[in-house]
């Protein structure tokens, strides 16, 4: 089974990123073929400072490589190392219809949010079925937020399957409700374009400002409180010891649950859940060779798969005469 994921470099990444997409991805490494790559083709739809990119795009294959990814047991690239995608885009974006795009939301919210459209903003969704179709993925672990993205991906190769004949594998989505939507420090979805974020890799102080931060409701400390629909809960629950998170949801459902306290030790826990990584992170970023190597390997690995998916690409939509 192939397992595919990206993820862009438009900004450090976080605890939504880690627990959405490369947690849920590191945990394949050892039971499927698993490509992982940083998507800075998507980045360019909403980041236009170059320097601010290229650095996004080490950063990122840094913080995944210290999170663990072992790049000999996986396809790790830069998606624009493997430039063949952008030929299949365009393939792919000659037979979708432009309802299918008019619908997505995470477009027409950035719309809503005045964010000034570009093309690449409307056509990101066709890259991503690019992406995905190219490596002939089965399964596409994700957040919530791309879960329309998957669907789209898998109406264009129905269509195009339909069309020309059989062609791609159809992907499937994988979202686990548990990780769904992670909550910023404000209670909406974090993201990096609502500015709620808690990094993975931030200094201490950082690190204590933000969690610091979390919004929570007024109810005294010994009033029963609802877990489920607390911010602060909703992170502390996926990195406290299992035994402590049931604690704390007790003392919640029965009152006793102190916000400030909570705070403070969910900081104390980050920072040592991502000690190890914070430590390897800075040494791969010392020294930019291996993570240049692996990258490099990985652009070839991938791109010797991709090219058999478009060479028959061309054959069936006619670009190869
Ligand atoms: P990006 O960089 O915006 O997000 C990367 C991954 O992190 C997940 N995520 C979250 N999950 C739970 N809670 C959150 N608050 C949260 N915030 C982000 C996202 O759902 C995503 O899985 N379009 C993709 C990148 C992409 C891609 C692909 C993914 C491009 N091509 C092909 C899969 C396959 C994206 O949203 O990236």
Excluded at 60 to 72: I, M, V
Excluded at 228 to 238: A, G, K, M, S, V
Excluded at 290 to 302: D, N, P, Q, S, T
Aim: neutral net charge; contains cysteine; charged residues 25%.
């Amino acid at each position: 089974m192939r397992v595919l994921s990206g993820i862009q470099p438009s900004g450090s990444l976080h605890l939504g990123n880690y627990l959405g997409m490369m947690k849920p991805m590191l945990s394949y490494m050892d039971r499927a073929e698993l490509f992982v790559f940083i998507v800075n083709f998507h980045a360019l739809t909403s980041v236009a400072e170059p320097d601010k990119l290229a650095r996004g795009t080490l950063e990122a294959a840094a913080d995944f490589l210290a999170l663990g990814l072992d790049p000999n047991r996986c396809v790790f690239w830069v998606q624009s190392d493997v430039p063949e995608v952008t030929e299949l885009a365009w393939i792919l974006t000659c037979i979708t219809p432009m309802g299918l795009l008019e619908r997505c939301h995470s477009y027409k919210d950035k719309i809503a949010k005045g964010i000034s459209p570009n093309h690449g903003l409307f056509a990101y969704p066709v890259l991503m079925a690019a992406d995905i179709l190219l490596y002939q993925s089965n399964l596409v672990p994700v957040g919530k937020d791309q879960k329309q993205h998957i669907e789209v991906t898998r109406d264009i190769a129905l269509k195009f399957n339909y069309t020309y004949g059989d062609t791609f594998v159809i992907p499937e989505g994988e979202i686990s409700d548990d990780i769904a939507t992670i909550p910023g420090v404000d209670g909406q979805k974090m993201s990096k374009s609502y500015g709620n974020t808690i990094e993975i890799f931030l200094d201490e102080k950082e690190l204590r400002k933000k969690v610091m931060s979390i919004t929570t409701d007024s109810t005294p400390v010994d009033q029963p409180k609802n877990p489920e629909t607390c911010n602060l809960f909703q992170i502390y629950r996926h990195f406290a010891p299992r035994s402590r998170v049931e604690e704390v949801h007790r003392l919640y459902i029965e009152g006793g649950a102190a916000y400030g306290t909570l705070k403070k030790e969910l900081v104390g826990i980050l920072w040592d859940y991502f000690k190890d990584s914070r430590e390897k992170r800075a040494e791969l970023l010392a020294d930019e060779t291996y993570i240049r190597k692996v990258l490099a390997m990985g652009a070839e690995k991938a791109r010797n798969i991709g090219e058999k998916t478009l060479e028959l690409v061309r054959q069936r939509v006619g670009t190869r005469y």
